[in-house]
């Protein structure tokens, strides 16, 4: 592991710019490797790690079996072990949502209505005379959908 240590180390960058800055923690320390949607890897061995968990490890020890590396900072390219903490699934969904790091609403690209269609829909149906189905047939979604809507399942931000 000494030579995966020390080519881990070839792609941490301490001293660029300050990405984000952490309260009392310090700057971020960016990779400068791989990266693949804003996260850094690097292979070890035939495994391609998270940069962040290795960073974590390299730090604090194995990853709990189970568990997720979570950023303080919300740098994803960060593997300063100071910006990291230990998290499961949902504290790392709760996370993103608190800091409203998802896409959301027309902000979603697999999002088949507008915010104004949302808003159509929900005052269609609250006026009466209009089933769901009418509504899906009358927009082109699932009546799956248009249930999700009204019990705002899904756009519950509108």
Same mark, same amino acid.
């Given at each position: 592991? @000494?030579? +995966?240590?020390?080519?881990?180390? #070839?792609? $941490?960058?301490?001293?660029?710019?300050?990405?984000?800055?952490?309260?009392?923690?310090?700057?971020?320390?960016?990779?400068?490797?791989?990266? #693949?949607?804003?996260?850094?890897?690097?292979?070890?061995?035939?495994?391609?790690?998270?940069?962040?968990? %290795?960073? *974590?490890?390299?730090? @604090?020890? &194995?990853? &709990?079996?189970?568990?997720? %590396?979570?950023?303080?900072? !919300?740098?994803?390219?960060?593997? @300063? &072990?100071?910006?990291?903490?230990?998290?499961?699934? /949902?504290?790392?969904?709760?996370?993103?949502?608190?800091?409203?790091?998802?896409? #959301?609403? +027309?902000? @979603?690209?697999? =999002?088949?209505?507008? +915010? =104004? +269609? $949302?808003?159509? %829909?929900? /005052?269609?149906? /609250?006026?009466?005379?209009?089933?769901?189905?009418?509504?899906?047939?009358?927009?082109?979604? !699932?009546?799956?959908? %248009?249930?999700?809507?009204?019990?705002?399942?899904? *756009? #519950?931000?509108?």
């Amino acid at each position: 592991m @000494n030579n +995966e240590k020390m080519r881990f180390w #070839s792609k $941490v960058d301490k001293d660029g710019p300050t990405v984000s800055h952490v309260a009392g923690l310090g700057p971020c320390w960016v990779w400068q490797g791989h990266l #693949s949607r804003g996260y850094g890897h690097m292979r070890v061995g035939d495994r391609k790690l998270s940069a962040h968990r %290795i960073s *974590w490890a390299v730090h @604090n020890g &194995p990853v &709990p079996l189970g568990l997720c %590396i979570l950023h303080r900072c !919300d740098t994803p390219a960060c593997v @300063n &072990p100071t910006h990291l903490f230990l998290g499961t699934k /949902a504290d790392n969904n709760r996370d993103r949502n608190a800091k409203q790091r998802h896409a #959301s609403g +027309e902000q @979603n690209g697999s =999002a088949k209505l507008s +915010e =104004a +269609e $949302v808003l159509s %829909i929900r /005052a269609r149906y /609250a006026m009466g005379g209009v089933s769901q189905r009418e509504l899906a047939a009358r927009f082109g979604v !699932d009546l799956s959908n %248009i249930s999700r809507v009204l019990s705002r399942k899904h *756009w #519950s931000h509108v």
